[in-house]
DNA sequence: TCAATATATTGATATATATCAATAAATAAA
DNA sequence: TTTATTTATTGATATATATCAATATATTGA
């Protein structure tokens, strides 16, 4: 196993949930797991494909969609290491529910669901740790979906950028990895709406973009637009 | 306990979930357990509030909504017996992560969760059917994130007459329950959208409105229509 | 280097949809 | 019954936002 921060990873189980294994559980894993490479733009998982595995995103980055009526698709999180995602559908049709795409190179590792499910029942700690992740995921669902409804597109596109910078990336200018379209993705609205906002963001001063760098002024500000608007 | 049909409940445990459990399981649940009894309108959980209890739903009608930016409210679903209501939230963070109330006479039983955790940690099947449930939960709200934000009124309104018909009331002519603006909640859209769609779907034969019975005439048309806009 | 493609920008227009407003019908209260 | 209140209806208007279009800039490939 390679510690955190190390370069190259193989399924070395850093997600929080990994830590209610013992030695022998993940010995266990080892023997069921498949780890896999992709490149910027590759898909991991495809909504409506069967779901067979849980995935430790080990390397890289990713992003998690569901793909909506026409061609349009909403861009529910970023993904990064480590991170435990369990396809939701496991437990009811086996299909999964949203698609999982590498936007840097990647490494992910797949690990048959058999074994998973083998801990679930038999190490208590391991199950409470797999409730807590998908209570995290339906709580942060829920959100979004109010949230992507009731407000306008400028305190949608303030929240996402909030989002990278806080959550995400966690640095406050920060480098954008995916397309400035791709942030109507996750905010819901056009790519020409992106940069009309965006520019009017920074004619205020609240923000600076130079290129991909993202520079946030003004945070206080653009969380109180995320709310009032 | 009684069967299902019966007109008085007291704590059925008819949910499907509840199959997974003992007789003696059954009676640890019995001695955690708290029956309330609600008016239409009454809250039986609220959004932020602390969860402490899972809730099983034995009689009357109610819904699930999620609180918006504004006064806006987004009814997630609406509920019919038996139905066992885990709060998320009760894994991660101890608060509910959308409201329940109830919208005819209705009856609850509220479980402690330390109990439900208890049958969670020892009993296989039990652990199962609760992940089951978590997960359709989450894949429901998947696809009605997307749902929501990809489609127009026109659809998402007929989407909704389809789920009443076919999943909630489950009969073709149905007496709605809800107000007619409360479907404006479900699919998002002001009262008066509602209003006027509806007629606009009547005056085409689609559906049949007198007072509040519904009466779908082409539901082949209106799941077409639900899909394609 | 030059062409070709993708990305960014901005204006004009179209359109979905909310909001406001006025009134009608239905229901409840007195 | 008469009044008051809620629910329903419909039109006019305002507005958020997408779409279309034109062009500019940057990036890539030949």
Redesign the interface.
């Known amino acids: 196993m390679s510690k955190k921060g190390e370069e190259i990873t193989d399924c070395n189980y850093q997600a929080p949930i990994f830590n209610a294994l013992t030695k022998s559980e993940m010995s266990l894993l080892d023997s069921h797991r498949i780890e896999v490479r992709y490149q910027p733009g590759e898909i991991i998982f495809k909504q409506g494909s069967p779901c067979s595995h849980v995935v430790s995103f080990d390397e890289g980055q990713a992003m998690e969609y569901?793909?909506?009526?026409?061609k349009?698709r909403?861009i529910?999180r970023l993904i990064k290491p480590p991170e435990f995602i369990s396809g939701?559908?496991?437990?009811?049709?086996m299909k999964h529910?949203?698609s999982l795409k590498a936007i840097v190179p990647s490494s992910a590792c797949f690990i048959e669901f058999g074994s998973i499910k083998e801990l679930?029942?038999k190490n208590?700690a391991f199950?409470?740790a797999?409730?807590?992740n998908?209570?995290?995921?339906?709580?942060y669902?829920?959100?979004?979906?109010?949230?992507?409804?009731?407000?306008y597109q400028l305190?949608r596109l303030s929240e996402t950028l909030l989002y990278l910078a806080n959550d995400f990336y966690e640095t406050n200018p920060f480098e954008l990895t995916i397309s400035k379209p791709d942030l109507g993705g996750m905010s819901?609205m056009s790519k020409e709406s992106v940069y009309r906002l965006l520019n009017e963001l920074e004619k205020d001063g609240i923000i600076k973009i130079e290129g991909n760098l993202f520079t946030i002024f003004k945070p206080q500000r653009l969380a109180e637009i995320s709310?009032?608007s």
Chains 1, 2 share one sequence.
């Open positions: 569901v793909e909506g009526a026409n349009a909403i529910l939701t559908g496991i437990f009811s049709d529910q949203f679930i029942l208590q199950v409470q797999y409730l807590k998908i209570d995290n995921s339906l709580k669902s829920y959100y979004k979906l109010s949230s992507l409804t009731s407000k305190g819901n709310r009032n």
